[in-house]
């Protein structure tokens, strides 16, 4: 028996690799860049506003600062290249915040750290810094 190699499944076969290589690879410009995210929270009002993205830690500050309705609003958590939580409770203006680089740890602590503060914790946003 003869084994017969077509150069059309060589070419095939190149071309299938480089282009997993491109999707699974992402540029070296894109994992060089910094991206976060900002959470502000007023305790008065109840409400939050957050921001991510590729940009600069104080650009995020500023922004979900904007985004959140309240004399007494500041930035109560920010994350670089992770995930950020705001969790708040059953009493007024109680809240806990939490990030890492997993969702699943941002939460847990964020709820934690409600937890010790009051009862009836919820996650009231989750952001992801976008990288």
């Not at 992402?26 to 991510?52: E, F, N, Q, R, V």
């Not at 708040?88 to 203006?93: C, H, I, M, V, Y």
């Amino acid at each position: 028996m003869k084994t017969v190699h077509s150069n059309k499944c060589i070419v095939s076969l190149f071309h299938v690799a480089a282009v997993s290589l491109v999707f699974l690879n992402p540029c070296s410009k894109c994992l060089a860049a910094d991206h976060h995210a900002a959470i502000a929270y007023s305790p008065s009002t109840g409400a939050y506003g957050y921001y991510y993205g590729n940009v600069s830690l104080s650009t995020a500050k500023v922004r979900a600062l904007n985004r959140c309705k309240g004399k007494d609003a500041r930035v109560v958590a920010w994350v670089r290249n992770g995930y950020v939580c705001l969790a708040l409770g059953k009493d007024r203006g109680a809240y806990g915040w939490g990030y890492g680089p997993k969702k699943a740890i941002a939460r847990s602590n964020a709820l934690n750290a409600c937890r010790k503060r009051t009862t009836g914790c919820y996650i009231a946003v989750m952001v992801c810094s976008g990288w």
